[in-house]
């Protein structure tokens, strides 16, 4: 028998409108929207299922949405009968929502982080001077080989290993544009810039780091009753304490998805369930290993359809 693991979304799938279905048809998931409320002092509810777009994607916005979006189809799937999960993991961002999943993170703790966090990567760097890119066609080690050469004319990383074939790229605005000549070079299908303002993940980041650790140290993260797989190191983390250091390095460290999949895969876990607004992890794990089962519970639709495959999911 196969094993089940839960994945959570990171920034990137927000969409004006996620959650509203769920939340007009399931308390439980009103419920969390009005919990993220009530901690941050302002409606991400309303700004979740009405927009504006152009706010929903300011990255201090952003992430508590997705996590508060998340936690509420969560909250939906476990009332509905959702099978129990031997393992959890969560792409950048995500990470937190396992932890909460996990029973390590208070919600309204972690909500209150993530708009932290999203603040503090923002301004670690001025809007305009650094971004991210993602390259298609290229192995990690010649993403990085790239990297290597552009660094003359700025600082520029590999940052999300998510599949194989797809690198995000992060440094500063001369960095990048090193990189793109030279990745164009050596035989990459594409390059594209993507619609962030910071380059997460690269050591431009430490100072968010910095800050972020501050702020941990005042939360209380307890030993998981579920153990999460980390983005920093590709494996298990059981205890709070190393939960706690490792998401301060998370902010300036490379989010080692693909390894991560291949780590879970290789303990026997061959059902992906993706929870959470969109379906990016989805795509992702099966262009790592296609044999595994994926399904994602982000709205009422996806819900209903998980729900009526129960005998293939759990």
């Known amino acids: 028998m196969g094993k089940?693991?839960?994945?959570?979304?990171?920034?990137?799938?927000?969409?004006?409108?996620?959650?509203?279905?769920?939340?007009?048809?399931?308390?439980?998931?009103?419920?969390?929207?009005?919990?993220?409320?009530?901690?941050?002092?302002?409606?991400?509810?309303?700004?979740?299922?009405?927009?504006?777009?152009?706010?929903?994607?300011?990255?201090?916005?952003?992430?508590?949405?997705?996590?508060?979006?998340?936690?509420?189809c969560l909250e939906?799937?476990?009332?509905?009968?959702?099978?129990?999960?031997?393992?959890?993991?969560?792409?950048?961002?995500?990470?937190?929502?396992?932890?909460?999943?996990?029973?390590?993170?208070?919600?309204?703790?972690?909500?209150?982080l993530v708009r932290a966090r999203g603040r503090y990567m923002q301004e670690a760097v001025p809007v305009g001077e650094g971004g991210m890119a993602a390259v298609i066609g290229l192995s990690v080690e010649e993403v990085e080989r790239v990297c290597k050469k552009a660094s003359a004319y700025g600082v520029v990383e590999a940052v999300n290993l998510n599949c194989p074939c797809q690198v995000v790229i992060a440094g500063s605005v001369y960095g990048l544009e090193a990189a793109e000549a030279l990745a164009r070079e050596a035989g990459a299908k594409r390059f594209m810039r993507l619609p962030v303002s910071a380059p997460f993940h690269s050591s431009l980041m430490r100072p968010a780091g910095d800050r972020l650790a501050a702020d941990l140290a005042s939360v209380e993260i307890r030993d998981l009753a579920v153990p999460v797989v980390a983005n920093v190191t590709a494996s298990f983390v059981n205890s709070g304490r190393e939960a706690k250091e490792l998401l301060v390095r998370q902010v300036y460290s490379p989010v080692r998805w693909e390894e991560s999949v291949l780590f879970l895969v290789n303990r026997g876990?061959?059902?992906?369930?993706?929870?959470?607004?969109?379906?990016?992890?989805?795509?992702?794990?099966?262009?790592?290993?296609?044999?595994?089962?994926?399904?994602?519970?982000?709205?009422?639709?996806?819900?209903e359809k998980v729900l009526a495959l129960a005998g293939e999911v759990g």
Request: proline letters at 5%; charged letters at 20%; glycine letters at 10%.
């Open 4 to 72: 089940v693991a839960f994945v959570f979304p990171g920034q990137g799938s927000q969409y004006v409108g996620m959650g509203s279905d769920l939340c007009r048809d399931f308390p439980e998931a009103a419920a969390v929207f009005e919990r993220a409320d009530a901690a941050l002092g302002f409606s991400l509810s309303r700004l979740c299922f009405e927009g504006p777009e152009s706010e929903l994607n300011l990255t201090a916005n952003t992430q508590p949405a997705v996590l508060t979006a998340s936690m509420a």
């Open 269 to 303: 876990f061959d059902t992906f369930i993706e929870i959470g607004p969109g379906k990016v992890l989805c795509g992702l794990i099966k262009k790592i290993d296609k044999n595994v089962k994926v399904f994602n519970v982000g709205d009422k639709d996806s819900l």
């Open 76 to 112: 939906v799937f476990r009332r509905a009968g959702a099978p129990q999960p031997q393992a959890l993991a969560g792409h950048s961002l995500g990470e937190y929502t396992a932890l909460v999943a996990a029973g390590a993170l208070d919600f309204e703790d972690a909500v209150r």
